[in-house]
């Protein structure tokens, strides 16, 4: 395995990652975002309530998009496992 191809490796796996988390993070900031200019706005500072909005949040936007993810995930296995043989006899 060649020095570049740790690096293909590795910008792929990181492209992937962030794919397959980037809609939850994404739910979570907006929701948190809202929460805390709703808080400011009413003055109400009670800090359990940014938690359950959030985790609902994450949760519906994780059920949503599980084929999704999912096949990215499948995607970037079947690349794997065509990766694995050129990198073996390097």
Known sequence: ???QMT???GQLALIT???VAGP???AGMIVGITV???QSM???QEITLTFIPK???V???TVLFLPWIVSTLTQFTHEMLLVIPGAIKM
Do not use: E, G, P
Request: net charge neutral; proline share 0%.
């Open 1 to 3: 395995m060649t020095i």
């Open 7 to 9: 690096i293909d490796i």
């Open 17 to 19: 990652f962030l794919k």
């Open 24 to 26: 939850m993070l994404a």
């Open 36 to 38: 805390s200019l709703f």
């Open 42 to 44: 009413t003055q109400i």
């Open 55 to 57: 985790i609902i949040a």
């Open 59 to 61: 949760l519906l936007t």
